[in-house]
């Protein structure tokens, strides 16, 4: 089964200074059918402009993933926690009982980004902030895991989330592809951040999306050079 999700199908909130589409029901945009996928609880495709951002806000319970598409933002929270996170580079915060925390585009330009919740195994907990440097050229061809909550994921260099979940990303040329093998009762999302590409031959355009279950194995074909985030959750 797979649904796909046309990036102008998505929710949307515009303003001078955030352009957001919601994979997911958020903020103002509701969709019954749209609540979550399994564990994964948003998808939102933001551009943020230069010199500005989320003030701080709170958040508890919720394992959080930025994937910075392009640009970079800048991350400050109570922890005493503070970082610049790349276009192609990954940060977590996993939430736990709470931590407040706000999110800047201090660049000369607009930074492009995924911002990814899944819900925890566990409520609570000490709340948790890192980030990696994933170079693209390392997941050319392949897609490679990014996030995870598997120690051996977290052993080869995975941030650690706080769910049985993955993100994985892939930079795929025209007419590469890659496969992954998807367990019974496991939901997956795919986005595409940029290029074209099928998944089991149904295709996606970019920033389109895609909900997955009941498929062994996903087969991504890509029809032009293609950026592929991914997401396998319970």
Do not use: C
């Not at 590409?197 to 062994?216: M, Q, T």
């Amino acid at each position: 089964m797979i649904e796909k999700r046309s990036f102008d199908s998505l929710g949307r909130f515009d303003a001078d200074w955030l352009a957001a589409r919601y994979h997911f029901s958020f903020s103002g945009y509701h969709d019954p059918a749209r609540i979550h996928w399994g564990a994964l609880r948003v998808w939102n495709d933001d551009t943020i402009q230069p010199k500005t951002g989320f003030p701080p806000h709170p958040h508890s319970d919720m394992e959080i993933i930025t994937y910075v598409r392009s640009g970079a933002i800048t991350h400050q929270d109570s922890m005493g926690n503070k970082g610049r996170t790349e276009a192609g580079d990954v940060q977590v915060m996993s939430a736990g009982a709470g931590v407040t925390h706000a999110e800047y585009n201090l660049e000369d330009e607009a930074t492009t980004l995924y911002q990814i919740w899944i819900i925890p195994k566990e409520r609570g907990g000490k709340p948790y902030w890192g980030a990696a440097k994933f170079p693209k050229e390392d997941r050319a061809g392949s897609l490679v895991t990014l996030a995870s909550g598997f120690a051996d994921d977290q052993e080869r260099g995975a941030l650690p989330i706080r769910q049985d979940a993955r993100l994985l990303a892939a930079t795929l040329n025209k007419g590469q592809g890659a496969t992954y093998a998807l367990a019974a009762g496991r939901h997956a999302y795919v986005a595409l951040a940029k290029g074209s590409a099928s998944v089991n031959g149904v295709p996606l355009g970019p920033r389109d999306g895609a909900a997955i279950r009941d498929e062994p194995e996903l087969r991504i074909e890509a029809s032009s050079d293609a950026e592929i985030v991914l997401v396998d959750a319970p």
